[in-house]
């Protein structure tokens, strides 16, 4: 159980376009979801927090405008990389977590995502 | 703000000998939980253990285990018999609970395991 799906594994995509990402916990309802992004041999970085039907919780520093956030039902994310530049090239994770009958509160990982902007 | 700090970038040990990961952090409350998460080369996190504050005795999981000092605000991992599957960057993580389920991680240790 506690299966974290994240389409698309990779995409690449040209400067200036959108791209989307989706994340979906599969065999749970997710009360809040949160998206890192990750460079090469770093740590995960909290990008947002996104809670199902509420405005997501950005972190400082991070471009609302630039990474936006839809939680729009228990099972499914989604972030949007609006007018992607190169220096958005990243690995992307979501995580999922569910308040639901848990006895320890812990975030279910996705398998990530790699952006490549041309 | 609670801080998580890995001292050790990387490490490598000699398959089936026993190496130890260090972590602390630092916070002023008294509910959390800790965790180790393990990122092998598919960059898929993998969670290998956890505690919770508020019990003294240590996790463990099969040939991991932990070393959970609350008054030092330690939580060393150990991996004992290491396979060369354990090869990967692990990651300390600390969450407060409750509160906003965030994660704090630390900034890893890259473990090679020697054959």
């Known amino acids: 159980g506690a299966v974290v799906s994240q389409h698309p594994s990779r995409v690449i995509c040209k400067s200036g376009t959108s791209v989307k990402i989706e994340c979906r916990s599969l065999d749970f309802q997710a009360t809040t979801m949160f998206w890192y992004r990750q460079f090469p041999k770093k740590s995960l970085m909290l990008m947002a927090t996104?809670?199902?039907?509420?405005?997501?919780?950005?972190e400082q520093g991070v471009e609302k405008d630039k990474f936006l956030i839809n939680h729009a039902s228990l099972t499914l994310s989604t972030l949007t990389v609006t007018s992607a530049h190169p220096e958005d090239s990243s690995f992307y994770i979501c995580?999922?977590?569910?308040?639901?009958?848990?006895?320890?509160?812990?975030?279910?990982f996705g398998p990530g995502t790699r952006l490549t902007v041309l | 703000a609670q801080t998580v700090t890995q001292s050790q970038p990387e490490m490598s040990v000699q398959e089936a000998e026993t190496v130890t990961l260090s972590c602390t952090y630092d916070?002023?409350?008294?509910?959390?939980?800790l965790f180790w998460y393990k990122q092998p080369p598919s960059r898929q996190m993998i969670l290998v253990i956890r505690?919770?504050?508020?019990?003294?005795q240590n996790a463990t999981e099969n040939r991991f285990s932990v070393n959970f000092q609350k008054a030092a605000k330690s939580f060393s991992l150990k991996i004992s018999d290491s396979q060369l599957g354990d090869t990967a960057m692990y990651f300390c993580?600390?969450?407060?609970?409750?509160?906003?389920?965030?994660?704090?991680f630390g900034t890893g240790t890259r473990l090679k395991v020697l054959a």
């Open positions: 995580s999922a977590l569910t308040l639901a009958g848990a006895s320890y509160n812990e975030q279910f």
């Open positions: 996104s809670n199902e039907g509420s405005k997501a919780t950005y």
């Open positions: 993580a600390f969450m407060q609970f409750p509160g906003t389920y965030k994660y704090i």
């Open positions: 505690q919770e504050a508020y019990k003294q």
């Open positions: 916070t002023s409350e008294n509910n959390y939980y």
